[in-house]
C-alpha cells in the first residue's frame, strides 16, 4: 500500500512517534510524506520515506496531484486544529474533499491514524490494489 503523510509543525513530534510505534507495519508499506515531515519520520524511525518538496514550498500540491492521479491509498494528515491558519484550513479541506472522492481512508488525528495503520497490517484495505 502507498500511504502519505503531512504533519503540521506542532504535531511532527506526534508523527514521529506514531511511525516508530508502528514501524513493523509501515516497514512493508511504500510511504510518501511532504519534505519535512518526511525528514522527521526517517531521522526518527529509520523508516524508507519518499519525500515531496516542503509542504509550504509546493509540497502539498504534489500529495493533492497524488491523491488525484489514486497514487495514494491511505492518508494521514495529523493538522493542528488550534493553529487558526487559514491556508492550513485550506489544506485540510482539498485533502478531505479528494479522499472522499477517491475513496481515500484518511486519519486526523492519532486515534484514528492508529486504527487506520492497524487496518492496513491486518489486511482490511486489500481492496484499494482493485482499484
Not at 18 to 30: D, G, M, R, T, V
Not at 112 to 127: C, F, M, N, P, T
Amino acid at each position: 500500500m502507498r500511504i502519505a503523510f503531512i504533519a503540521h509543525d506542532t504535531k511532527k513530534t506526534l508523527m514521529q512517534n506514531l511511525c516508530i510505534a508502528y514501524k513493523n507495519i509501515l516497514s512493508q508499506h511504500e510511504l510518501y510524506a511532504t519534505g519535512t515531515t518526511g525528514r522527521s519520520i526517517e531521522d526518527a524511525s529509520g523508516l524508507s520515506v519518499h519525500k515531496l518538496i516542503a509542504g509550504h514550498l509546493g509540497g502539498e500540491n504534489q500529495m493533492f496531484s497524488m491523491l488525484e492521479n489514486d497514487e495514494i491509498d491511505a492518508m494521514i494528515f495529523l493538522r493542528d486544529p488550534a493553529s487558526g491558519d487559514l491556508a492550513s484550513a485550506n489544506d485540510i479541506h482539498s485533502v478531505m474533499e479528494l479522499c472522499d472522492e477517491r475513496n481515500i481512508p484518511l486519519a486526523t488525528n492519532p486515534a484514528s491514524a492508529e486504527l487506520l495503520i492497524r487496518a492496513i497490517g491486518r489486511g482490511d484495505l486489500k481492496w484499494r490494489e482493485n482499484i
